[in-house]
T-cell receptor, first 114, second 117 residues
Framework: GAGVSQSPRYKVAKRGQDVALRCDPI?????LFWYQQALGQGPEFLTY????????KSGLPSDRFFAERPEGSVSTLKIQRTQQEDSAVYLC????????????FGPGTRLTVL | AQKVTQAQTEISVVEKEDVTLDCVYE???????LFWYKQPPSGELVFLIR????DEQNEISGRYSWNFQKSTSSFNFTITASQVVDSAVYFC??????????????WGLGTSLAVNP
């Protein structure tokens, strides 16, 4: 596709449920990033992939968060046993290389945990 | 420590006014990149500009201009003759070298700009 797409756009989960958020990066982009954006805040880095390799997961807030990109294209962010503090917009971005390139963002998935 | 500060939380102007959004950064690296992104009400972050640490030339793109000054660690963004469509949250971000060739962005808290007709 022309841009980064994410699905679903909105997700409501009951506390304790598992959720999976999908990101389709721009075709051919090597790097993929996940960010978490709370209301009224800037994005916070979660994790980074170069192709299928997860090179940095230092921003994942707990071991309930897991991300994968098995074929170096589509990525999934999974949150297990969701809690209310997980409510946020989850943004995916891709960039063409691993150098200082601009990152192109998807529309985000707004997760609400009740 | 790496940090980006956008001291202006909210700005409100009347259409056609000029407005400057401030960004101050902290980094220990000599090589880094600075970015501005726009986040309209729809939520999707839109890339505006990237500037590397070795290029202090100011840049102009239409009604947008950027002033990068290493001496004051600032990278300010000016919109000339603002329009209602400029209403959005604007984020300044910093990218520096990380282990593993990571290029994660460090973000400011954003400045919410409201341009009123």
């Amino acid at each position: 596709g022309a841009g980064v797409s994410q699905s679903p756009r909105y997700k409501v989960a009951k506390r304790g449920q598992d959720v999976a958020l999908r990101c389709d990066p721009i075709s051919g982009h090597v790097s993929l990033f996940w960010y978490q954006q709370a209301l009224g805040q800037g994005p916070e880095f979660l994790t980074y992939f170069q192709n299928e390799a997860q090179l940095d997961k230092s921003g994942l807030p707990s071991d309930r968060f897991f991300a994968e990109r098995p074929e170096g294209s589509v990525s999934t962010l999974k949150i297990q046993r969701t809690q209310q503090e997980d409510s946020a917009v989850y943004l995916c971005a891709s960039s063409i290389r691993t150098s200082y390139n601009e990152q192109f963002f998807g529309p985000g998935t707004r997760l609400t945990v009740l | 420590a790496q940090k980006v500060t956008q001291a202006q939380t909210e700005i409100s102007v009347v259409e056609k006014e000029d407005v400057t959004l401030d960004c101050v950064y902290e980094t220990r690296d000599t090589t880094y990149y600075l970015f501005w992104y726009k986040q309209p009400p729809s939520g999707e972050l839109v890339f505006l500009i990237r500037r590397n640490s070795f290029d202090e030339q100011n840049e102009i793109s239409g009604r947008y201009s950027w002033n990068f000054q290493k001496s004051t660690s600032s990278f300010n963004f000016t919109i000339t003759a603002s329009q209602v469509v400029d209403s959005a949250v604007y984020f300044c971000a910093l990218s520096e070298a990380q282990a593993g060739n990571n290029r994660k962005l460090i973000w400011g808290l954003g400045t919410s700009l409201a341009v009123n007709p």
